[in-house]
Nanobody
Framework: QVQLVESGGGLVLAGDSLRLSCAAS????????MGWFRQAPGKEREFVSY????????YYADSVKGRFTISRDNAKNTVYLQLNSLKPEDTAVYYC??????????????????WGQGTQVTVSS
C-alpha cells in the first residue's frame, strides 16, 4: 500500500533552518510528481512547493520563494524540503503528498491522492 512518512520537524528560532524528509513506499515513486503543503492552526491547508517526477522542475508559493528548496532522490524514494530563514508565520504542520495521475493544478490539495501524517514545524521569535 502507498505510504508517505514525513520527518524532520521541530521547534526552532526565527532565522534557523530545518530539513524535512518524506519517505515514500508502496508505489513507483520516480514516476510521480510530489508536493508539500502546510496547515497552521485555524487556517486552510496551503500549497508550499511542488517537484516534477524527474526533479527537473520545481515551483514555490510566493510566501516561501527564495527561502525554501524542494528536492528529491529517486534512488531513496524520498522528497525533501529545505526550510531556511524561518519565520514565526511558517509555523504549521507540513505534509507531503502525491499528485494524482488524474491531473489538475498542483497547487490544489484536492488533486493529490495520498498524504503523509504530517510533521510539526514551530518557529519561535
Amino acid at each position: 500500500q502507498v505510504q508517505l512518512v514525513e520527518s524532520g520537524g521541530g521547534l526552532v528560532l526565527a532565522g534557523d533552518s530545518l530539513r524535512l524528509s518524506c519517505a515514500a513506499s508502496g508505489y513507483s515513486f520516480s514516476t510521480y510528481n510530489m508536493g508539500w503543503f502546510r496547515q497552521a492552526p485555524g487556517k486552510e491547508r496551503e500549497f508550499v512547493s511542488y517537484i516534477l517526477w524527474s526533479g527537473g522542475s520545481t515551483y514555490y508559493a510566493d510566501s516561501v520563494k527564495g527561502r525554501f528548496t524542494i528536492s528529491r532522490d529517486n534512488a531513496k524514494n524520498t522528497v525533501y524540503l529545505q526550510l531556511n530563514s524561518l519565520k514565526p508565520e511558517d509555523t504549521a504542520v507540513y505534509y507531503c503528498a502525491r499528485l494524482s495521475r488524474a491531473g489538475g493544478s498542483f497547487t490544489r490539495s484536492v488533486n493529490y491522492d495520498y498524504w503523509g501524517q504530517g510533521t510539526q514545524v514551530t518557529v519561535s521569535s
